[in-house]
């Protein structure tokens, strides 16, 4: 199902000057517990590590809607504006793109899609995350790919350790409860 989710859903033009990519994630926990986090554009930091702080500008949260991230030391930036494109809450869908910010991801675009998935015999998730990006000067197609692509690794194990530990969480609750 995985290359069938991808071909749906995460189609992105490459460009010459550009690189891209798909990721895939299983996670131990029910579909409606990790898109809780996914779907936080005003919240990314719940699950992204390397987030501090997050603004969106006023109104209510739709299409077009803009957030200003600070980003946590370490990384070659300090902040990223990203415009949210589509949050499509019956088919598990959210994309963004990054519109600026000081860093070297120029015209980056991603889309995240969650799927229901059985792992162990109890409900699961699959995640999938793709981007594509400009390759800055200097750089080459797969020095580019690799840097993304350890970002979103490090988002991905984040939103599946907190969902995960949730998860337990609200199973051992429910047996408190029994």
């Given at each position: 199902?995985?290359?069938?989710?991808?071909?749906?859903?995460?189609?992105?033009?490459?460009?010459?000057?550009?690189c891209g990519k798909s990721l895939v994630?299983?996670?131990?926990?029910?579909?409606?517990?990790?898109?809780?986090?996914?779907?936080?554009?005003?919240?990314?930091?719940?699950?992204?590590?390397?987030?501090?702080?997050?603004?969106?500008?006023?109104?209510?949260?739709?299409?077009?809607?803009?957030?200003?991230?600070?980003?946590?030391?370490?990384?070659?930036?300090?902040?990223?504006?990203?415009?949210?494109?589509?949050?499509?809450?019956?088919?598990?869908?959210?994309?963004?793109t990054i519109v600026g910010g000081d860093?070297?991801?120029?015209?980056?675009?991603?889309?995240?899609?969650?799927?229901?998935?059985?792992?162990?015999?109890?409900?699961?998730?699959?995640?999938?995350?793709?981007?594509?990006?400009?390759?800055?000067?200097?750089?080459?197609?797969?020095?580019?790919?690799?840097?993304?692509?350890?970002?979103?690794?490090?988002?991905?194990?984040?939103?599946?350790?907190?969902?995960?530990?949730?998860?337990?969480?609200?199973?051992?609750?429910?047996?408190?409860?029994?």
């Amino acid at each position: 199902m995985e290359d069938e989710y991808i071909r749906r859903h995460h189609r992105h033009e490459i460009k010459e000057h550009q690189c891209g990519k798909s990721l895939v994630k299983y996670i131990k926990a029910p579909v409606p517990l990790v898109w809780s986090l996914v779907r936080r554009f005003d919240q990314p930091q719940k699950y992204k590590p390397f987030v501090s702080r997050c603004i969106v500008q006023a109104g209510d949260l739709q299409i077009g809607s803009v957030r200003q991230v600070n980003v946590k030391s370490g990384l070659p930036a300090t902040t990223s504006t990203e415009r949210l494109e589509l949050l499509d809450d019956e088919e598990h869908i959210f994309s963004m793109t990054i519109v600026g910010g000081d860093h070297r991801l120029k015209n980056y675009s991603s889309v995240i899609t969650v799927h229901p998935e059985i792992i162990d015999g109890r409900p699961g998730t699959l995640v999938i995350e793709s981007f594509v990006v400009d390759v800055p000067d200097g750089n080459t197609k797969d020095e580019t790919c690799y840097f993304v692509e350890a970002l979103i690794k490090c988002n991905l194990k984040s939103l599946t350790d907190v969902s995960e530990r949730s998860a337990v969480h609200d199973r051992t609750e429910l047996i408190d409860r029994i």
